[in-house]
């Protein structure tokens, strides 16, 4: 049996598994063939439309955890495509960093030609090869470094770069100018190349400070819109839009799957309401999703949207009518107690199972939870916080559907 059959036939089993089976065949290169069984059974959920594919050819493990999404692809595209007013026919798109493709795939799609550019030979094998499987045959792919090849490139619509957060030892990085490539440095010969410039960076990355650098590298406002990029309330990435044709003031964009709030920051931002808290019960307690917590525009959706927050750094809302289109976790309160024992009991009657958020509060959730005597999951939540006037309180809280 060769390997490709050998993975059609085990490609559902675990990896584990198939590793053992593959060791007892002299003629299956066990590593490769749990490298595609790994690689497509991840692509089954993350990237559905390359594992209906037969044949596709994936990168080892930790290249598929860090590769994009199809969701997270497709939002890029959606968002370049929305810069399309400054696109000139026919359009050219740039991939500098082309890695494992999935960003380039749906990209390119939207474009009349593309060009992948990536330094390491046996990827740009492997996208060759992905790409014709996949119906992409208007890629040029390029190996190379991008910082060579940069000065030497066409004009193009729109130039895409994902700089490698790891250095040469391998370990994780997180400043832009520590990144491969740097973009800081590269930054005004890419503006002059493209009519549109997108950046996807580190999401650990505070994006005012992304800002600022890239602002200061160009000399120039050019960071048009911050994208902070969430799904299943955990941010994924940073994205920046920078343009020195357009003259739009920079937004700021928070997804989190279908929740979206977009805002423009002030220069001076408002403060945060601060509630007195009184009666809480049958009122509603707000959690705003990761994006906005990324964002820290908190004040923005306190303007929009009738809320005080129960401290200044609790980023915990309260409301006495349940708000619809709050980008979070909305939850009615049931009821609210201090840690004093006889309270306790009262409030928690009936209750040995709860899901426990800690914030602004002196301990841990394992803590809390030991002292509650609850188990972790059910339908009821429990958050312990500080209020405004030093009060140490418990909400418990249903969701509110």
């Given at each position: 049996m060769g390997e490709d059959a050998f993975i059609l036939q085990h490609r559902e089993e675990d990896v584990r598994s198939v590793a053992l089976q593959a060791a007892k065949n002299p003629d299956i290169n066990g590593r490769y063939v749990t490298e595609q069984i790994a690689g497509w059974q991840k692509a089954r959920t993350k990237l559905p439309t390359w594992a209906a594919v037969e044949g596709i050819v994936y990168p080892p493990q930790i290249a598929m955890e860090q590769c994009s999404?199809?969701?997270?692809?497709?939002?890029?595209?959606?968002?370049?495509?929305?810069?399309?007013?400054?696109?000139?026919?026919?359009?050219?798109?740039?991939?500098?960093?082309?890695?494992?493709?999935?960003?380039?795939?749906?990209?390119?799609?939207?474009?009349?030609?593309?060009?992948?550019?990536?330094?390491?030979?046996?990827?740009?094998?492997?996208?060759?090869?992905?790409?014709?499987?996949?119906?992409?045959?208007?890629?040029?792919?390029?190996?190379?470094?991008?910082?060579?090849?940069?000065?030497?490139?066409?004009h193009a619509s729109l130039i895409f770069a994902d700089p490698a957060r790891r250095d040469i030892h391998g370990a994780r990085t997180y400043a832009i100018s520590d990144c491969t490539p740097d973009v800081c440095t590269l930054l005004p010969t890419m503006l002059q190349k493209c009519d549109i410039l997108l950046l996807k960076l580190s999401p650990m990355l505070d994006w005012?400070?992304?800002?600022?650098?890239?602002?200061?590298?160009?000399?120039?406002?050019?960071?048009?819109?911050?994208?902070?990029?969430?799904?299943?309330?955990?941010?994924?990435?940073?994205?920046?839009?920078?343009?020195?044709?357009?003259?739009?003031?920079?937004?700021?964009?928070?997804?989190?799957?279908?929740?979206?709030?977009?805002?423009?920051?002030?220069?001076?931002?408002?403060?945060?309401?601060?509630?007195?808290?009184?009666?809480?019960?049958?009122?509603?307690?707000?959690?705003?999703?990761?994006?906005?917590?990324?964002?820290?525009?908190?004040?923005?959706?306190?303007?929009?949207?009738?809320?005080?927050?129960?401290?200044?750094?609790?980023?915990?809302?309260?409301?006495n009518d349940r708000i619809d289109d709050f980008p979070g976790r909305t939850f009615r309160i049931n009821t609210v107690t201090t840690m004093n024992k006889q309270e306790l009991r009262t409030a928690l009657q009936g209750i040995s199972q709860a899901n426990i958020t800690v914030r602004n509060f002196p301990m841990t959730v394992a803590e809390l939870r030991k002292r509650l005597k609850v188990r972790d999951g059910g339908d009821y939540y429990i958050f312990a916080t500080t209020t405004a006037d030093n009060r140490r309180l418990l909400l418990v809280c249903e969701k509110s559907n």
């Amino acid at each position: 049996m060769g390997e490709d059959a050998f993975i059609l036939q085990h490609r559902e089993e675990d990896v584990r598994s198939v590793a053992l089976q593959a060791a007892k065949n002299p003629d299956i290169n066990g590593r490769y063939v749990t490298e595609q069984i790994a690689g497509w059974q991840k692509a089954r959920t993350k990237l559905p439309t390359w594992a209906a594919v037969e044949g596709i050819v994936y990168p080892p493990q930790i290249a598929m955890e860090q590769c994009s999404s199809e969701t997270t692809a497709q939002y890029k595209t959606a968002t370049a495509l929305r810069w399309s007013r400054f696109f000139q026919s026919p359009t050219l798109f740039i991939d500098l960093t082309g890695g494992f493709g999935v960003d380039h795939y749906y990209l390119a799609r939207a474009f009349d030609r593309s060009i992948y550019i990536e330094r390491q030979e046996a990827l740009c094998e492997t996208v060759r090869h992905n790409f014709q499987l996949l119906g992409l045959p208007h890629t040029d792919v390029t190996c190379g470094d991008s910082n060579d090849l940069l000065p030497t490139l066409p004009h193009a619509s729109l130039i895409f770069a994902d700089p490698a957060r790891r250095d040469i030892h391998g370990a994780r990085t997180y400043a832009i100018s520590d990144c491969t490539p740097d973009v800081c440095t590269l930054l005004p010969t890419m503006l002059q190349k493209c009519d549109i410039l997108l950046l996807k960076l580190s999401p650990m990355l505070d994006w005012h400070q992304a800002v600022l650098a890239l602002n200061n590298a160009a000399q120039a406002t050019v960071v048009r819109e911050v994208h902070i990029v969430a799904t299943g309330n955990e941010c994924k990435e940073l994205l920046l839009v920078l343009s020195v044709k357009a003259t739009d003031g920079m937004q700021v964009v928070c997804v989190n799957d279908e929740q979206t709030f977009a805002y423009t920051p002030d220069e001076q931002p408002a403060t945060v309401p601060i509630a007195s808290i009184d009666d809480l019960t049958g009122g509603y307690l707000l959690e705003p999703n990761a994006a906005i917590m990324k964002a820290g525009c908190f004040a923005e959706i306190c303007r929009l949207h009738p809320l005080q927050a129960i401290a200044q750094n609790s980023h915990l809302f309260i409301a006495n009518d349940r708000i619809d289109d709050f980008p979070g976790r909305t939850f009615r309160i049931n009821t609210v107690t201090t840690m004093n024992k006889q309270e306790l009991r009262t409030a928690l009657q009936g209750i040995s199972q709860a899901n426990i958020t800690v914030r602004n509060f002196p301990m841990t959730v394992a803590e809390l939870r030991k002292r509650l005597k609850v188990r972790d999951g059910g339908d009821y939540y429990i958050f312990a916080t500080t209020t405004a006037d030093n009060r140490r309180l418990l909400l418990v809280c249903e969701k509110s559907n």
